[in-house]
């Protein structure tokens, strides 16, 4: 009698498990901390779902998500032109800030070369000499496919006007998509952690979110500054080899209901948690700065 009363308990507790919605969010690849550790199950938990995420290159996600060969609720994205590629698809009317962020010198703290980026963190030694050195491996991600890689060579553009060193991003960089310096983003601060890498030229909210030291930069050169844009940041751009032109962007982070959404009630409340003041704290303590600007 015990074990058919608790093969029912547990045949109930299946079924229970089964009919729990569940919430299929793609979202930029650096955003994987806040997100799959915080934002996603405290959200699931308060809504009693399943919180389903997906992190990659925003553009490529974009791209996934516009030709329906990946679905999901809710994307977030770095940038607003990711955003756009929806929004010509049909599938955003509408997307909100939700934080921001700005461009950074993450390294790993066991490095040999550690002690370099900490003078260079107090202002002791030029940052982008440190990146310089022989044998040290600096890692980015693809600039075709994604904001931060992009934002990457943007950033290294105007630190050579900025300090008056016009050879600065080729002798960090290389060519726009140098295959010794690409990762994926999901797994670039996986790889710094590690020491597969020495340094990245990525967001300060990965960085934090990965407890990992930065190298902060002047406003000219960090594109954090809405106010810089036009007389700044504006004068940056570069063309890669496939014709794309990149062009500085607000590093803001966006999130939207998509029209094609299995579960569009569900994703209005995680959009809306996102902005809420759980949702901002649990940004705040991995890193990230406060939404700016309006809508798209």
């Known amino acids: 009698m015990h074990m058919l009363a608790l093969l029912l308990c547990l045949a109930g507790t299946t079924v229970m498990a ?19 550790n915080a934002a996603g199950p405290a959200f699931a938990h308060a809504h009693r779902a399943v919180y389903q995420g997906t992190g990659q290159g925003s553009y490529a996600l974009a791209r996934l998500l516009a030709a329906r060969r990946l679905q999901a609720d809710v994307f977030v994205t770095i940038t ?18 939700v934080a921001s962020t700005q461009m950074v010198i993450a390294y790993n703290p066991r490095s040999r070369f550690a002690a ?3 003078a260079a963190a107090r202002g002791e030694k030029k940052w982008y000499e440190v990146l310089a050195e022989p044998g040290l491996h600096v890692g980015r991600t ?16 105007l630190a050579a006007d900025y300090y008056h060193r016009p050879d600065l991003l080729k002798r960090i960089a290389g060519k726009a998509q140098n295959p010794a310096q690409i ?17 990245t030229i990525g967001y300060l909210s990965a960085a934090r ?10 406003d000219e050169i960090n594109l954090g500054d809405p106010g810089l844009q036009a007389p700044w940041y504006d004068r940056a751009s570069i063309t890669l080899d496939n014709g794309k032109a990149l062009h500085v962007e607000p590093l803001v982070f966006y999130a939207a ?7 569009p009630a569900l994703a209005r ?28």
């Open 142 to 157: 693809d600039p075709a496919v994604d904001p931060q890689g992009a934002n990457a060579l943007l950033t290294l553009q």
């Open 183 to 199: 990762f994926s983003e999901p797994s670039l601060m996986s790889r710094l952690e590690a020491g597969q890498i020495d340094a």
């Open 80 to 97: 607003p032109g990711p955003m756009q590629v929806l929004k010509q698809a049909g599938l955003v009317t509408r997307a909100v800030p």
């Open 269 to 296: 409340d995680f959009v809306a948690f996102l902005q809420s003041a759980q949702g901002q704290a649990l940004f705040r303590e991995h890193g990230y700065s406060p939404p700016r600007g309006n809508g798209l």
């Open 116 to 118: 370099d980026f900490a």
């Open 257 to 263: 209901v998509l029209g094609n959404a299995q579960q």
């Open 18 to 36: 089964q009919t729990e919605p569940v919430l299929h969010v793609a979202y930029a690849g650096s955003m994987g901390v806040v997100m799959d």
């Open 209 to 218: 979110s990965h407890h990992l030291p930065a190298i902060k930069l002047p």
